[in-house]
């Protein structure tokens, strides 16, 4: 089954303590990308990627780091989470093709504490 | 910078037809999505523009007209289970870049 998985779904957390979300997609795309959700503000990327070892800077990347040492994978990485980290976040992939369709993964819960 | 605009609500009545607007300003873009979601859930891809015109997909539509910085999903047949948010996003063709609009409430009464 075609499909971008993340882990953990839900994650409660302290300031300070580094964490990190993975995300993997199974359906060979070059194009991976971080988004997080607050109500009211929509979807904001946080950094996407066009291939392996290739990241780019979305509109709201303080505080995060990623990795694309895989083409299946694109950690996000929080080294030192702050409260205002607290959302709601998206890993997605697509291809680089004529529709641009971005398949979600289910979403992971976080809260920092 | 980039930008697109919607509505934050819209209410309509079970089984009518309901338009979904996004006005954008951006320096340029591959073309127009459209996805929804539903509350808890993740985004699922709707339909694309590439091209100024109407996409039908079902009961879905969508427009996009370059000249006039706007788009639309056109929703025909409402069912109950359309109940949800729906977003438009643009990838820039500077820097790859996605970007959302805030997304569309929508609300179908019986």
Sequence with gaps: ?113 | GQSLEQPSEVTAVEGAIVQINCTYQTSGFYGLSWYQQHDGGAPTFLSYNALDGLEETGRFSSFLSRSDSYGYLLLQELQMKDSASYFCAVRSNRDDKIIFGKGTRLHILP
């Design chain 1, 1 to 113: 089954e075609a499909q971008v998985t993340q882990n953990p779904r839900y994650l409660i957390t302290v300031t300070g303590k580094k964490l990190t979300v993975t995300c993997s997609q199974n359906m060979n795309h070059e194009y991976m990308s971080w988004y997080r959700q607050d109500p009211g503000l929509g979807l904001r990327q946080i950094y996407y990627s066009m291939n392996v070892e290739v990241t780019d800077k979305g509109d709201v990347p303080e505080g995060y780091k990623v990795s694309r040492k895989e083409k299946r994978n694109f950690p996000l990485i929080l080294e030192s989470p702050s409260p205002n980290q607290t959302s709601l976040y998206f890993c997605a992939s697509s291809f680089l093709a004529a529709t641009d369709t971005q398949y979600f993964g289910p979403g992971t819960r976080l809260t920092v504490l």
